[in-house]
């Protein structure tokens, strides 16, 4: 398993502004990933953080708004950009230790609200 | 496109009253099954993977089992500390989860 922390734990946000995560795990992985969890609903993938590499997007998310990063295997950072209300949410890291095929554990989630 | 139907979307339980989670899903090629735990202002928490169908997995007081089409989660004798929601993810051939809108489960002492 991996344990994983976030930071910030909570925030407000003026709209029109950006907000940087951070993802922090306690051993290197092979996958990490970044999920948004809006109000009474279920998680929905964001991106896939590649070590090296750009991260890969889901339908509907884009880099311009969702920049990352994963400058090594423990570490990850997700940019809010130019902030809505519409982007208050939960947001989520994840990893998979071993790769694509093994099992995802979560971090404790970064509330954002944006006014 | 993969679909995960979680039900009931809340459940209330008296203390020692068992009762079942539901999951049903439409995937191609399902790789495997996922439950996870969430309480309130935190990740969700890992609980069980299923692969195939009829397997079966147990926790505590949780079970999960497996069929081709749809997963239950049972809960025996709950404890007011099993209140929490319940997700249920899939994964297809792309290894990618897809969650289900979980199961809200209260138990009262």
């Known amino acids: 398993s991996a344990v994983i922390s976030q930071k910030p734990s909570r925030d407000i946000c003026q709209r029109g502004t950006s907000l940087t995560i951070q993802c922090q795990v306690d051993?290197?992985?092979?996958?990490m990933f970044w999920y948004r969890q809006q109000p009474g609903q279920s998680l929905t993938l964001i991106a896939t953080?590649?070590?090296?590499?750009?991260?890969?997007?889901e339908s509907g998310f884009v880099i311009d708004k969702f920049p990352i990063s994963r400058p090594n295997l423990t570490f990850s950072t997700l940019t809010v950009s130019n902030m809505s209300p519409e982007d208050s949410s939960i947001y989520l890291c994840?990893?998979?230790?071993?790769?694509?095929?093994?099992?995802?554990?979560f971090g404790p989630g970064t509330r954002l609200t944006v006014l | 496109e993969d679909q995960v139907t979680q039900s009931p979307e809340a459940l209330r339980l008296q203390e020692g009253e068992s009762s079942s989670l539901n999951c049903s899903y439409t995937?191609?090629?399902?790789?495997?099954l996922f439950w996870y735990r969430q309480d309130p202002g935190k990740g969700p928490e890992f609980l069980f993977t299923?692969?195939?169908a009829g397997e079966e997995k147990e926790k505590e007081r949780l079970k999960a089992t497996l069929t081709k089409k749809e997963s239950f989660l049972h809960i025996t004798a709950p404890k007011p500390e099993d209140s929490a929601t319940y997700l249920c993810?899939?994964?297809?051939?792309?290894?990618?989860?897809?969650f289900g809108a979980g199961t809200t489960v209260t138990v009262r002492a």
């Open positions: 994840s990893a998979a230790v071993g790769g694509v095929t093994d099992t995802q554990y």
């Open positions: 051993s290197q992985v092979t996958m």
């Open positions: 953080a590649n070590q090296g590499s750009e991260a890969t997007y």
């Open positions: 995937v191609s090629g399902l790789r495997g």
């Open positions: 299923l692969y195939s």
């Open positions: 993810a899939v994964w297809a051939n792309d290894y990618k989860l897809s």
